[in-house]
Nanobody, 124 residues
C-alpha cells in the first residue's frame, strides 16, 4: 500500500516562496512518475506539475511554468514542488500524486495514489 504525505504548505505574501514536500512509502518510488495537482475553493482539481521516474523529464501547467519547479530524490522517496513568485490565484489545496506510469502525465486518471493535501494561501 502506498502512502503519500505532503508538508510545507502555509500562508505567504504575494511574491513569496514555499517548498512543498511529498514523502512516499510502499510501492517502488523510483520507477514511477510523480505529480502535483491543486484545487481552489469552488473549482475543479487541476494539474500543476509532473516529473518522470528518473527526474529527466518534467511538465508544467502554463499558469505556473517559470515560477514553480518540480524535483525528486529517489533515495529519499520524496518529491518536491518549489513555488516562487507566488500569486493570490495560487491559493489552493495542493495534492501530491503517484502515477501508474514511468513518464509524466497531466491527466489525473494516470495517478492511482494521492496524498491528503496541504493548504497554500497567498495573501495580496
Amino acid at each position: 500500500q502506498v502512502q503519500l504525505v505532503e508538508s510545507g504548505g502555509g500562508l505567504v505574501q504575494a511574491g513569496g516562496s514555499l517548498r512543498l514536500s511529498c514523502a512516499a512509502s510502499g510501492r517502488t518510488f523510483s520507477s514511477v512518475a510523480m505529480g502535483w495537482f491543486r484545487q481552489a475553493p469552488g473549482k475543479e482539481r487541476e494539474f500543476v506539475a509532473a516529473i518522470s521516474w528518473s527526474g529527466g523529464s518534467t511538465s508544467y501547467a502554463d499558469s505556473v511554468r517559470g515560477r514553480f519547479t518540480i524535483s525528486r530524490d529517489n533515495a529519499k522517496k520524496t518529491a518536491y514542488l518549489q513555488m516562487n513568485s507566488l500569486k493570490p490565484e495560487d491559493t489552493a489545496v495542493y495534492y501530491c500524486a503517484q502515477s501508474m506510469y514511468a513518464l509524466t502525465s497531466s491527466s489525473a486518471a494516470a495517478y492511482d495514489y494521492w496524498g491528503q493535501g496541504t493548504q497554500v494561501t497567498v495573501s495580496s
